[in-house]
């Protein structure tokens, strides 16, 4: 099992930037690919990016390829998400969630989640 706890979000203008914290409690987190999901009001749930267990490796959306990056250090049990050049549609409840070794793009694929936290981002 294990659990993971979002930090980080909040308001911002356009234009601005945030940094996201995933802190992970329990098994070995270095054992484990993290991706950080989006979900906007009325939207399903979807892939911003992901690194791999090692974090030698990372994959994005392409809607913000080139504004976030993700890094991880294994030490703290943590993960990043920074983002950059944030824009309205930006806005989403942003959630961590765990697999084991290897990055993938979907929902289904991530066995441990966070709660989300909140990221705005006003025009």
């Known amino acids: 099992q294990v659990q993971l706890v979002e930090s980080g979000g909040g308001l911002v203008q356009t234009g601005g930037s945030l940094r996201l914290s995933c802190a992970a409690f329990?098994?070995?987190?270095?054992?484990?690919?993290m991706g950080w999901f989006r979900q906007a009001p009325g939207k399903e749930r979807e892939f911003v990016g992901a690194?791999?267990?090692?974090?030698?490796?990372?994959d994005y959306a392409d809607s913000v390829k080139g504004r976030f990056t993700i890094s991880r250090d294994n030490a703290k049990n943590s993960v990043y998400l920074q983002m950059n050049s944030l824009k309205p549609e930006d806005t989403a409840v942003y959630y961590c969630?765990?697999?084991?070794?290897?990055?993938?793009?979907?929902?289904?694929?991530?066995?441990?989640w966070g709660q989300g936290t909140q990221v705005t981002v006003s025009s």
């Open positions: 969630a765990a697999r084991l070794h290897y990055t993938a793009v979907g929902v289904a694929d991530y066995a441990f």
């Open positions: 329990g098994r070995t987190f270095s054992s484990y690919a």
């Open positions: 690194i791999n267990w090692t974090g030698n490796s990372a």
